[in-house]
């Protein structure tokens, strides 16, 4: 049995080996808005969608941003892409401005990179994720004891309690 590598030089597809989780950050900020807790609240207010891109566990561990729409990160994009039929019916108008919360402010980075790539053009982030949230004192509550049924899609439900 050849064990030998076949070369990579027909392959459709190359691979940047230089690149680095910092190249990947720096490059997905600079595509997108960051917005310092109390900053996001506003745009909230100012009619964003706060959408929360936690587990299941660290919104039951940590608690909730009410009226954020949990859409976990696993399952973004396709949450999101209007034209799928796995679109969340809950994102309101098409052209409104999304801004994800993750755990401490790093995933959510890549996550509205991702969006800006899929038509969100003002898709954010917020600095610090929930934890600067909670710790700027902005509104929070424990998590709706709601697991999902057998069957159920992640992040289909409607935004939680506000």
């Not at 808005?33 to 561990?61: H, K, M």
């Not at 790093?106 to 917020?126: E, H, Q």
Request: aromatic share 4%; charged share 20%; net charge negative.
């Amino acid at each position: 049995m050849d064990n030998t590598l076949p070369p990579t030089d027909h392959l459709p597809v190359q691979v940047d080996n230089t690149r680095t989780l910092d190249g990947l950050l720096q490059a997905a900020t600079a595509a997108i808005a960051r917005y310092e807790p109390a900053e996001a609240l506003a745009a909230v207010q100012n009619g964003a969608l706060l959408i929360d891109i936690r587990s299941e566990g660290d919104r039951e561990r940590d608690g909730i941003v009410p009226g954020s729409l949990h859409i976990p990160r696993t399952v973004l994009e396709w949450r999101l892409d209007r034209g799928s039929p796995h679109c969340n019916p809950h994102l309101g108008p098409e052209g409104r401005r999304v801004v994800l919360v993750c755990d401490h402010g790093c995933s959510s980075i890549l996550a509205a990179a991702s969006l800006v790539s899929l038509g969100y053009a003002g898709a954010g982030d917020v600095i610090g994720g929930f934890a600067a949230w909670r710790e700027a004192g902005l509104p929070t509550a424990a998590a709706p004891l709601q697991r999902r049924e057998a069957g159920e899609p992640a992040g289909m439900r409607p935004p939680d309690p506000g």
